[in-house]
């Protein structure tokens, strides 16, 4: 896996108790091998492969299991969450819309999910920032945690006063308080 973010959140979130498992989508694990740029794959396939790890994973947890990830792979799992049974969804960087497309939101779903949610946004992310995301109509079940100054990484202007591993550190402690209850 290619992610110095995901890396990051999860030795934070295991720091803090909280178990991860992590997984590639075909397309990513392909451009690690070839080292080629490569689109993703069509939305089916994703939501497949999402599938197939919560079948492989779901037996080996005794307790909670919560699904969610960072940007399209959180809005993968928030597409399946429900359909899933998935005692919670956790979201790092929503990709709400697409850039440059506030006016194409990508929320529809997310009016009716049932999940337990938390989405953790950079109020200037590019893909959904605090503005524009206060315009939609979320389920009740979702609780928006916003980062001061944040982007699609959490990470903030130097100006917010604060750093990009402080923001880190607050989503993941946000995450962990959110799974204990």
């Given at each position: 896996?290619?992610?110095?973010?995901?890396?990051?959140?999860a030795q934070r979130l295991a720091a803090l108790g909280v178990a991860?498992?992590?997984?590639?989508?075909p397309y990513m694990a392909e451009r690690r091998v070839t080292g080629g740029k490569r689109p993703p794959n069509p939305q089916k396939v994703l939501l497949e492969c999402w599938r197939e790890v919560y079948r492989q994973v779901r037996p080996l947890v005794a307790g909670k299991l919560a699904v969610g990830g960072k940007s399209m792979g959180g809005r993968m799992a928030s597409l399946l969450?429900?359909?899933?049974?998935?005692?919670a969804l956790v979201c790092l960087g929503y990709p709400f819309y697409a850039v440059g497309k506030p006016e194409k939101p990508r929320v529809e779903h997310l009016a009716e999910l049932k999940t337990p949610t938390l989405i953790v946004q950079g109020e200037r992310d590019a893909l959904g920032n605090r503005e524009a995301v206060a315009g939609?109509?979320?389920?009740?079940?979702?609780?928006?945690?916003?980062?001061?100054?944040?982007?699609?990484?959490?990470?903030?202007?130097?100006?917010?006063?604060?750093?990009?591993e402080q923001h880190l550190q607050a989503a993941a402690e946000r995450v962990a308080d959110f799974l204990k209850d």
């Amino acid at each position: 896996m290619d992610s110095g973010f995901m890396d990051e959140m999860a030795q934070r979130l295991a720091a803090l108790g909280v178990a991860v498992v992590r997984f590639e989508f075909p397309y990513m694990a392909e451009r690690r091998v070839t080292g080629g740029k490569r689109p993703p794959n069509p939305q089916k396939v994703l939501l497949e492969c999402w599938r197939e790890v919560y079948r492989q994973v779901r037996p080996l947890v005794a307790g909670k299991l919560a699904v969610g990830g960072k940007s399209m792979g959180g809005r993968m799992a928030s597409l399946l969450a429900d359909e899933l049974g998935a005692d919670a969804l956790v979201c790092l960087g929503y990709p709400f819309y697409a850039v440059g497309k506030p006016e194409k939101p990508r929320v529809e779903h997310l009016a009716e999910l049932k999940t337990p949610t938390l989405i953790v946004q950079g109020e200037r992310d590019a893909l959904g920032n605090r503005e524009a995301v206060a315009g939609y109509a979320l389920s009740p079940a979702i609780e928006v945690s916003w980062l001061v100054a944040g982007d699609h990484d959490l990470k903030p202007l130097k100006a917010s006063g604060f750093s990009h591993e402080q923001h880190l550190q607050a989503a993941a402690e946000r995450v962990a308080d959110f799974l204990k209850d």
